[in-house]
């Protein structure tokens, strides 16, 4: 997002002020959730160095502040994030478009999908709150059969936003379905989006939705919490 708007430089990100960080979770009351991984993705590969996202979490470890990870990498499953993501407070949700890796690289500079599944197949054998994050499902990137053999018991689901940058940007994708405008962007008619999301038989899926009308079908009718359409599960503190 932040490199779509020309504000990211990827050969030198800047880095958040660990300090200002710890102030700012120091401010929050007990039992807040805060997501990480909303602008730009809190594990990247500089973070391996950086140790920004490390320290945060103990810092809301030790404020007893929950946190959502959305993230396109395998790094939480990692061993030194295995031993401080707390089960009381961490959900971890795992971004995957298309689970075959080359296909992928041609569209995303992130661990490959094959290291993100493992990721989530390793953090539910532990009982953490995971969630593979179908964002965006495009039916022609994914092998839904593939998919539904996985064993993941959760799943979030976003469908594409079709802009000019993003006909320039996925190949191989029917854009002529994408006929309801909202928002500044095409959409999938919702009987459409209503067919690919049968085709995931997934257990558990939750439906996040632009489209107004869409999200009050989701709500009330898909998504096993109609006030969090991130299905995060619930712990007691």
């Known amino acids: 997002m932040l490199h779509f708007r020309g ?9 958040a002020d660990i300090e200002k960080v710890r102030r700012k979770i120091r401010s929050l009351p007990s ?19 950086y140790r920004t996202t490390y320290q945060t979490i103990q810092e809301m470890n030790l ?5 959502l990870i959305v993230t396109k990498s395998a790094l ?31 569209f995303e500079k992130a661990s490959p999908p094959s290291q993100r599944i493992r990721a989530i ?8 709150d995971v969630a593979i994050r179908l964002s965006p499902i495009v039916e022609e990137y994914m092998d839904f059969d593939k998919l539904n053999d996985l064993g993941i018991e959760r799943c979030v689901v976003e469908f594409l936003r079709v802009n000019s940058w ?16 909202q928002g500044g962007y095409y959409h999938l008619p919702l009987k459409e989006k209503q067919r690919i999301v049968e085709k995931i038989h997934i257990p558990q899926k939750t439906i996040c939705e632009d489209v107004t009308e869409h999200y009050q079908f989701w709500r ?12 995060l599960r619930k712990t007691h503190h």
Request: aromatic share 10%.
């Open 31 to 49: 039992g807040s959730i805060i997501r990480l991984g909303g602008m730009t993705d809190c594990f990247q590969p500089c973070e391996l160095h």
């Open 76 to 106: 939480p499953a990692a061993p030194e994030y295995l031993e401080i993501l707390d089960k009381e407070l961490a959900h971890i949700q795992i971004t995957v478009t298309c689970l075959d890796d080359t296909q992928t690289a041609q």
């Open 121 to 128: 197949q390793a953090l539910q054998a532990e009982g953490y």
């Open 220 to 231: 009330d009718f898909v998504n096993p919490n109609k006030e969090d359409c991130c299905n």
């Open 7 to 15: 504000l990211w430089d990827s050969a030198h990100p800047r880095v």
């Open 166 to 181: 993003i006909r320039q940007w996925f190949r191989g994708v029917d854009f002529s379905k994408y006929t309801v405008r």
């Open 63 to 67: 404020c007893r502040v929950s946190y």
